[in-house]
């Protein structure tokens, strides 16, 4: 059964470019670890999708999947189309939960045509609920660098009035949603961590920050001493290892850190992960600590899309995307994630 939306056109390609992974990258992603290949337009059977790929968005845990080092994502094999998430408009139908020009959000892979199975949760589709809201947001803030902003604001670090909060990774996808987060939460002070002084300068000019420390020429340690004189009770971790060690120094009674990433030890063999010394501080100030994961939240989604889309109609939270544009973007968009080029939620528009 093929299900229709009677206006919308049909004259699709006979072909169409996608990326497969070639090899496995080592220390860092590389633009030879891909190949971008042409292939015929697929045929969809029972219970999938055929999408056109709008946007795709880019994540530091791209390079755990191209090693196989998750467990919570398929196998990638070599040849296979990289994965990722994005937006696009369902063309042909063969579910009847969906029509052509539904817009939705699914893990569609670098590509410009992509087959999901509606019936797959390994897709995660989700239809997008604000079309008030430009498509963009679906991979930033309504997608899962807001709904990680949110979470860890929220529901692990348990923002609320009167809290001092330092983020770092201040100027990434999350991170550049964390202050207005937090703001809209309530605390009261939001210092962000970021590596140069133009990314400094964005932090507190545009994405919500009262102050921002670049922690690649400032003395983070004199900077953390002069803006928290009486400590800090969120600290929002995007990037782990040394600069953890340092804030755990500076908490207060009943801190909470919220573990969200380790971007500082992920191009880095084990042995030369940190070795913490200060933990012993959590104990002491009675404070928490937790990781969490996005995808555990999966049943809330909807919640979150709802009051981050609210935010955006208030003007409490603006989206910051660094966007790219064309297929043959994608390695070099991953690539600059690791080089800290982006400000801002990485994605690449087809
Ligand atoms: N827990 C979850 O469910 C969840 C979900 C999404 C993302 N995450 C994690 O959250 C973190 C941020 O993700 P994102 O999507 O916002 O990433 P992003 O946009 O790629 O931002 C990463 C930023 O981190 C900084 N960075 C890179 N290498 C660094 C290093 N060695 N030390 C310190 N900073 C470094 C860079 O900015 P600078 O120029 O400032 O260095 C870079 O722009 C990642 O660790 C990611 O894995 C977790």
Redesign the pocket.
């Known amino acids: 059964m093929n299900y229709t939306r009677s206006n919308i056109p049909l004259n699709l390609p006979d072909a169409m470019w996608q990326w497969i992974v070639k090899e496995r990258p080592n220390q860092r992603v590389e633009a030879s670890n891909f190949e971008l290949v042409q292939v015929p337009i697929p045929v969809i059977q029972s219970g999938e999708l055929l999408i056109r790929v709008l946007y795709l968005g880019?994540?530091?845990?791209m390079l755990r999947y191209m090693r196989n080092e998750t467990s919570f994502e398929k196998p990638l094999a070599l040849g296979d189309v990289m994965m990722g998430r994005g937006v696009g408009e369902v063309i042909r139908s063969n579910h009847p939960d969906y029509l052509p020009g539904d817009i939705i959000q699914a893990k569609m892979g670098w590509r410009e045509y992509a087959v999901v199975n509606a019936n797959d949760p390994y897709y995660l589709i989700y239809r997008m609920q604000h079309s008030d809201l430009p498509l963009s947001h679906g991979i930033s803030s309504l997608a899962?660098?807001g709904f990680?902003a949110l979470?860890?604001m929220r529901d692990i670090g348990r923002v609320t009035a009167g809290d001092r909060v330092l983020v770092?990774?201040?100027?990434?996808?999350?991170?550049?949603q964390c202050a207005m987060v937090a703001k809209a939460l309530g605390a009261t002070q939001v210092v962000g961590?970021?590596?140069?002084n133009a990314?400094c300068s964005q932090l507190t000019d545009q994405l919500g920050y009262d102050a921002a420390i670049n922690?690649?020429s400032d003395s983070v340690e004199a900077q953390l001493d002069r803006l928290f004189p009486d400590g800090m009770d969120v600290y929002f971790d995007?990037?782990?290892?040394k600069?953890l060690d340092e804030v755990l120094l500076r908490i207060n009674r009943r801190a909470r850190i919220v573990?969200?990433?380790?971007?500082?030890?992920?191009?880095l063999p084990i042995e030369q992960y940190h070795a913490f010394k200060n933990i012993y501080r959590i104990g002491l100030q009675d404070a928490k600590m937790e990781?969490?994961?996005?995808?555990d939240y999966t049943s809330y989604f909807s919640e979150y899309e709802a009051t981050l889309a609210n935010w955006i109609r208030a003007g409490k939270l603006i989206p910051c995307e660094h966007i790219l544009h064309g297929i043959e973007q994608m390695p070099r968009a991953l690539m600059n994630?690791?080089?800290?080029?982006?400000?801002?939620?990485?994605m690449v528009e087809l």
């Open positions: 880019l994540a530091p845990v899962m660098s990680t979470i860890g770092s990774g201040a100027a990434g996808g999350v991170g550049s961590l970021a590596g140069s990314k922690y690649k995007n990037v782990g290892g600069l573990i969200c990433g380790r971007i500082s030890e992920y191009l990781a969490f994961f996005v995808y994630l690791y080089d800290g080029v982006n400000i801002g939620v990485m």
